[in-house]
């Protein structure tokens, strides 16, 4: 079944194959190049995120390195002020409960300095407080005006760093984190110790810095809009200073190990892409997180408007595709059948021709011309068959005419001999040449041949002229010189004769008085390719017009009737030889008449086969 409807619909059909084949080329085509543009679509998607993200990273920690110069020239403003130094240093050696007069007139005098001072070195300044190495209670030299005062880092922070050797310390989220309200009062810290001018290993308390996380988060404000994933600010030993998404605050960061440990910027964990950028100088690690169901939910959705695009130019071409084979199909159905018409015979096919012309109206129009041209053949042999079968009919006519013409010539033969004999008994000498003369010359003119020798032609006029010498005697002179090699050609048989009967009957003058001779001169010879015949005599000639009207009437079509002319034999040497052979007529009155006959040098045998 499956295979009946694959041989009827596809196998059979050409244009079912064409559209099959053009639609696999044009899917599997489709196909690859979706799979490669995607891929490439995919990748740049993915290179351009992770770019996003080390530019982000960049600027985070620009941002943080600035932020730790930023604390130490407030340090080094601090050590190099000659006021403001000795009163830090006092205060911090004072004790509140001993003094407190002393206390606070010192306190009063360093915190109108540094609040005033504090946001020239940064605007970003929350809190800026200090602790002596033994109180737990923070000496606020700034808060933020509006905001809470929460100290993110509290006295038991400090004690850990004591002993510490690094100059600056940052401190997360953590107190911030347990008593803030919404993520907008998260506070990271930095701080340094405030040190002996005279002995720097002397550590007389540690000046702090808060600063609102929603700070860094400006500070790549610009990147936002195309960033995916998270942005994290680490310490050196992994607490989370910043996160962007809020989930890894109040503990370390859980992939710290892995990050430490990488010795790529960027690598893959745990469905994510990672980037990292590492601060030696300063301690701190910014990391880029880009969960993969954000980078490909992207892609993917590239990826179905490709797929939906892709699958409407595919119907689109294949619809296209499928009508054009329709509309050529059937201008080859209309082919096909005009060609299975010319099987019973019909030949006038009359396909329409489309313009301009393409390559169906190119074979409309050869099959009409050819019908055209095979009516045409098939009208000329109907009608050549036609005109066969008469000239058939024609030719038994003819040859039945022939047959029944032979029984005269016998009769003649008989009864020309039976004259003669009696002409012999009378002792008519003469008279009875005559009459032999003549029977040859009838029973030569009844034969079938149509081509001769050269010889026998000239036989033939030699037996003509001298029935006229008998006749008149010494009046009627004839001259023959044929050269010897044109004796055995062939010719046309009774071209010369006509000739030399027009000259003797319109060339000379017989009656005249026998003190006249009356000269014909017959010569032969080769020319090239040619035997040339002339026929001269000495008669009266003709004149100019009479020889221009002679000359145009053997180029008459038509046969002369009556009597056999100069213009047959023109006529015939034209059409045994062609154009170039025939007669040349030459006359000047009272000079005399000379007739040239021009024909090819061929034996009889080959002549014969032209007949």
């Known amino acids: 079944m499956f295979r009946t409807i694959l041989r009827a619909k596809i196998t059979n059909k050409f244009f079912n194959k064409l559209f099959l084949a053009y639609s696999l080329i044009i899917i599997v085509t489709i196909s690859v190049l979706i799979s490669i543009v995607s891929g490439s679509i995919a990748s740049m998607i993915k290179d351009q995120q992770i770019k996003y993200n080390k530019q982000v990273l ?6 943080f390195e600035q932020k730790h110069r930023n604390l130490k020239q407030l340090i080094q403003y601090i050590l190099n002020d ?110 340094d110790f405030i040190r002996d001018k005279t002995d720097i290993s002397k550590l007389l308390g540690t000046l702090i810095v808060d600063y609102n996380s929603d700070a860094i ?25 910043f996160d962007s ?53 992207d892609i993917y959705a590239m990826n179905r408007k490709i797929y939906v695009v892709a699958a409407a130019g595919i119907v689109v071409i294949l619809l296209l595709t499928y009508f054009s084979n329709i509309f050529f199909a059937k201008r080859i159905k209309k082919i096909i059948a005009a060609i299975k018409s010319t099987k019973n015979g019909n030949f006038n096919l009359n396909l329409a021709v489309k313009t301009p012309e393409d390559e169906f109206a190119m074979i409309a129009a050869s099959l009409n011309e050819m019908g055209q041209r095979i009516n045409e053949h098939i009208e000329k042999e109907y009608v050549y068959e036609i005109q066969r079968k008469e000239a058939s009919l024609k030719q038994k006519e003819a040859e039945l005419y022939t047959l029944q013409s032979q029984v005269n010539p016998h009769f003649l033969y008989n009864t020309l001999e039976v004259i003669r004999m009696k002409a012999l008994t009378y002792k008519q000498n003469e008279v009875s040449t005559m009459i032999r003369i003549l029977s040859e010359l009838f029973r030569t003119s009844i034969k079938e041949r149509m081509v001769v020798d050269v010889r026998d032609e000239i036989d033939y006029c030699q037996d003509y002229l001298e029935l006229y010498k008998l006749r008149y005697g010494d009046t009627l002179k004839v001259e023959f010189d044929i050269d010897e090699d044109i ?73 002369s009737t009556g009597k056999i002319g100069l213009s ?44």
Do not use: C
């Not at 915190?111 to 070195?121: K, P, R």
């Not at 050609?489 to 006509?498: E, N, R, V």
């Not at 027009?502 to 040619?530: A, E, F, K, Q």
């Not at 000639?541 to 046969?559: A, H, R, T, W, Y």
């Open 58 to 63: 960049e600027t985070v920690n620009t941002f």
């Open 82 to 191: 000659e006021t403001l130094y000795p009163a830090i240093i006092q205060l911090l050696e004072t004790n509140q409960a001993d003094n407190p007069g002393a206390y606070f007139s010192l306190f009063k005098q360093v915190e109108s300095t540094l609040s005033g001072i504090a946001l020239s070195f940064d605007p970003d300044i929350r809190n800026l407080y200090a602790y002596n190495m033994n109180d737990s209670v923070p000496y606020v030299f700034y808060n933020k005006p509006s905001l809470p005062a929460v100290f993110n880092v509290e006295p038991d922070a400090i004690k850990p760093i004591k002993n510490s050797i690094a100059f600056i310390h940052l401190f997360p989220p953590l107190n911030s984190y347990t008593h803030a309200k919404d993520s907008s009062s998260l506070e990271f810290s930095t701080s």
């Open 217 to 241: 988060q400006k500070s790549y404000a610009q990147y936002s809009q195309n960033l995916k994933g998270n942005i994290l600010l680490l310490t050196g030993s992994g607490e989370v200073l």
């Open 245 to 297: 998404s809020g989930q890894y605050y109040g503990a370390p960061y859980p992939d710290f190990a892995e990050v430490a440990d990488s010795t790529s910027h960027t690598f893959t964990l745990n469905n994510k892409i990672i980037n990292v950028n590492s601060n030696s100088s300063f301690d701190f690690v910014t990391v880029g997180e880009i969960p993969h169901s954000e980078l490909y939910k």
């Open 487 to 559: 004796l055995d050609y062939g010719i046309i048989k009774h071209l010369l004769q006509p000739v030399v009967e027009n000259t003797l009957v319109h060339g000379l003058l017989l009656d005249w008085d026998s003190s006249n001779v009356n000269l014909i001169r017959i010569r032969g010879s080769r020319d090239g390719d040619d035997i040339v015949i002339v026929i001269s005599d000495n008669g009266a000639g003709m004149s100019d017009d009479k020889l221009l009207e002679l000359k145009e009437s053997l180029n008459k079509p038509g046969i």
């Open 568 to 611: 047959n034999v023109h006529r015939r040497i034209g059409l045994f030889y062609g154009d170039g052979y025939g007669l040349d007529i030459r006359s000047h009155h009272g000079e005399g008449t000379t007739v040239t006959l021009r024909v090819q040098a061929i034996s009889r045998s080959e002549l014969e086969t032209h007949v």
